[in-house]
């Protein structure tokens, strides 16, 4: 490089743009601390990703994207003490946020707790795990949410092998997951005998209305019979017996079906008529 040019720097700037949305109260406590809990989650997964983790930036970052509530928070609340101001903010904020915990009326939704209908167990049993997050089981969580599965799931066959092969939460969940992709291969491959009864009654009567309409519209207007497109009617020029005129024969004469209708309307006519002079009488 020759002296008299000027030196180039490269500046390296990284953009570092959180996606997270402010932070909405909602109208009950407890589902504020629910969505408190996720948001922060949330958020924090961000901080992860983006190795955000100094706790000055942290916590700069949870203002400008929690909104503009979090911002009047971190000004009224009192302070706490502590050196990571990131878990002092943190710390204030779940203490407004979050319900107090009573881990009595978290047992207790968790006891009432039942599978949903064709739910998969590893969907139930996350579901369990969800709720027992507050019931503070600590250490015997896997066998409590291995206990209240074997109360309410309705497979015994399940039941009765996870209770005599002593199986732990993870086995028991893995063998429900094989049972039940089984069970559905297995009816994939046999199909219901409804379905196909239905099926095959519906195929018959489509057939069949599918055959009559076929007949009607073969069968040509003016001599009753199926001559093909385009091919010439043998009505035509023929002069019909019925009511003499030409192109079509008696047997499709429509001046022959308004006789019979006509004759068919004066008869009831005439029934009603001999009806009506018998009351009168």
């Known amino acids: 490089m020759d002296r008299g040019e000027p030196q180039q720097i490269t500046v390296i700037t990284e ?20 969505h408190w809990e996720e948001w922060m989650e949330s958020i924090e997964r961000e901080f992860r990703y983006f190795r955000i983790t100094e706790p ?12 503009k509530d979090i911002s009047r928070l971190e000004r009224s609340l009192r302070d706490e003490e502590g050196e990571d101001e990131y878990k002092v903010l943190k710390n204030k904020l779940n203490k407004y946020y979050l319900p107090k915990k009573n881990k009595h009326h978290a047992r207790y939704l968790f006891l009432k707790m039942k599978p949903f209908r064709d739910e998969y167990t590893v969907t139930y049993v996350t579901r369990l795990r969800e709720k027992a997050h507050a019931c503070e089981f600590e250490a015997t969580c896997d066998e409590r949410i291995l206990e209240h599965c074997i109360q309410t799931i309705t497979n015994q066959d399940l039941i009765k092998r996870a209770i ?29 005998p409804r379905d196909i009864g239905t099926f095959s009654a519906n195929k018959i009567q489509s057939n069949r ?14 001599c009753g019979f199926d001559h093909g497109e385009g091919n010439k009617c043998p009505a035509y020029g023929k002069q019909c ?35 009506k002079t018998t009351e009168e009488n």
């Open 15 to 34: 953009t570092r743009n959180l996606r997270s949305q402010p932070f909405i109260q909602s109208d009950d406590q407890i589902s504020t601390g629910k």
């Open 56 to 67: 000055a930036d942290k916590k700069d970052a949870l203002i400008i994207y929690g909104g």
């Open 241 to 275: 017996r019925n009511c003499d005129k030409y192109n079509h024969f008696a047997s499709v004469c429509r001046a022959e079906k308004k006789k019979q209708q006509y004759r068919a309307g004066n008869f009831r006519r005439k029934g009603r008529s001999v009806k």
């Open 209 to 222: 209305s599918n055959y009559r309409a076929h007949d009607v519209e073969e069968n040509c207007g003016y």
């Open 164 to 192: 005599s092969k002593g199986w732990n939460l993870d086995k028991f969940v893995e063998e429900a997951g094989q049972m039940e992709d089984t069970c559905l291969q297995m009816k994939d491959m046999k199909g219901d």
